[in-house]
Structure formats: structure tokens, C-alpha cells
């Protein structure tokens, strides 16, 4: 299994930026993917996560500003990041595990990991 991420940069505050994952040799029939950022000095974040069956969570601090989605014919996932601020400033990884629900499920416990894309914001 191979989650290559891309899109990362760096942007203006208020600025957006959107994130890529390309998975590849994933073939569970139920997964939750999603996004999860770390920043220094701090513990790794979950951001977004979302599941085959359509459910989609997001963490408070980004609600409103960022939209997770799912090419399923690229086998891509997205982060589309709008109104950056500068605590938004992190490294920011893909994440894929196989689980019946995203639910109670925390992100960063999830199997299989990209490389990470870093997002700078000034």
C-alpha cells in the first residue's frame, strides 16, 4: 500500500491550498482515509477523515474552512484548504486504515501513512 501526497506549498494568509493522496494498492472494501497534520512542538492532529460509506468528520478548528473528498476512479484523495491561518502551518499526511466505520476512530491510529506534504503559512 502506497499514499503518495502532493499540493502542499506555501500561501498567504486567507490564501488555499489543495492537498492530493494517491493511494495505490489498497484494496479493502471498507476504509476510512483522511488527512491529519503535525506541526513543531506539537502531537500529531486529525484534521479530516472519511469513509467509503460517505460519512465525513472534521476537526472543530477547521470546520467551514476545509473540505475532505474522494476521487474513487483516480483513487485520490483531496484536501481542499481555504482561508489558511497561520496555526494551520504544518506538515500534513495522508492516512488510510480498513475499519467498517470511521467513528471512534482516531486518524492518527490508522495503518498505513504517506510521506507528508509540508504547508507553510505567512
Known amino acids: 500500500v502506497q499514499l503518495v501526497e502532493s499540493g502542499g506549498g506555501s500561501v498567504q494568509a486567507g490564501g488555499s491550498l489543495r492537498l492530493s493522496c494517491a493511494l495505490s494498492?489498497?484494496?479493502?472494501?471498507?476504509?476510512?482515509v483522511g488527512w491529519l497534520r503535525k506541526a513543531p512542538g506539537k502531537e500529531h492532529e486529525g484534521v479530516a477523515k472519511t469513509h467509503n460509506d460517505g460519512s465525513t468528520w472534521y476537526a472543530e478548528s477547521v470546520k467551514g474552512r476545509i473540505t475532505i473528498s474522494k476521487d474513487n476512479a483516480k483513487n485520490t484523495l483531496y484536501l481542499e484548504m481555504n482561508s489558511l491561518k497561520p496555526e494551520d502551518a504544518a506538515m500534513y499526511y495522508c492516512a488510510a486504515d480498513e475499519r467498517p466505520s470511521c467513528m471512534l476512530f482516531a486518524i492518527a491510529q490508522a495503518k498505513y501513512w504517506g510521506q507528508g506534504t509540508q504547508v507553510t503559512v505567512s
Open positions: 494498492g489498497y484494496t479493502a472494501s471498507t476504509y476510512c
